[in-house]
């Protein structure tokens, strides 16, 4: 069973997975309450699967782009397992794995997340020859860095609010086609299936040197 653990933003989650899909998947606003919520929450997921840890087989954790406290907090915890354990740590990166509910869609897909100070990161991601991938390093800014990533019909999903969403919309001349709230809800299960395809094909990260995706200024 592989474990992942997702608290890039304040939308915190934690899932449960292995060759038999997910198994359990928790979602939560966690405002700046990272370390003191994660640990109880990894009890209860255990729990709910009737998991020994002894049980994981590896540990995947969000990289980010993200809080720098959050992320923190998720490496050490996962480091402190696969150390423990000795059991591999994969590393996904947050934009991909907010993407990645996407992956089959013609479009392109512009994921987005909240990078403070009325600022946001982005990253544009397209199926392209039957391969998955991004098309660009991710763009920190402000609105109109968004707006600059929207130059044909593309799908945009992530953690935004709703003045955001609008004015993308209407800025872009109805080019970006911002989904719903529950649709661009990142998910931990996302992180835990990138990591486990990783797993599955004999991949693994150094715990050593591994550590967080960073935005210059964020």
């Known amino acids: 069973m592989l474990l992942a653990i997702d608290t890039a933003t304040r939308t915190a989650g934690l899932a449960l997975y292995d060759s038999g899909g997910l198994h359990v998947e928790q979602l939560w606003r966690t405002g700046d309450n990272h370390t003191i919520e994660l640990m109880p929450y990894i009890v209860r997921a255990c729990e709910q699967a009737g998991l020994q840890p002894s049980g994981l087989q590896a540990v995947a954790v969000s990289l980010g782009p993200g809080s720098f406290t959050g992320m923190r907090v998720a490496l050490s915890v996962a480091k402190g397992l696969v150390l423990a354990l000795r059991i591999p740590l994969l590393g996904v990166p947050t934009l ?85 709230p529950a649709l661009a809800a990142r998910r931990a299960g996302y992180v835990a299936e990138l990591a486990w395809m990783r797993f599955a094909a004999g991949e693994s990260d150094d715990p050593a040197s591994l550590s967080p995706i960073y935005m210059q200024n964020a």
């Open 96 to 180: 991909e794995a907010t993407a990645y509910a996407f992956a089959r869609e013609v479009l392109p897909v512009c994921a987005v997340l909240p990078a403070g100070r009325a600022r946001w990161v982005a990253a544009v991601y397209q199926s392209l020859a039957g391969h998955w991938q991004r098309r660009h390093d991710p763009v920190l800014g402000g609105e109109d860095a968004l707006i600059a990533l929207i130059r044909e019909p593309t799908l945009v999903c992530g953690e935004f609010d709703q003045r955001l969403a609008a004015a993308l919309h209407e800025r872009s001349h109805g080019l970006a086609l911002v989904v719903s």
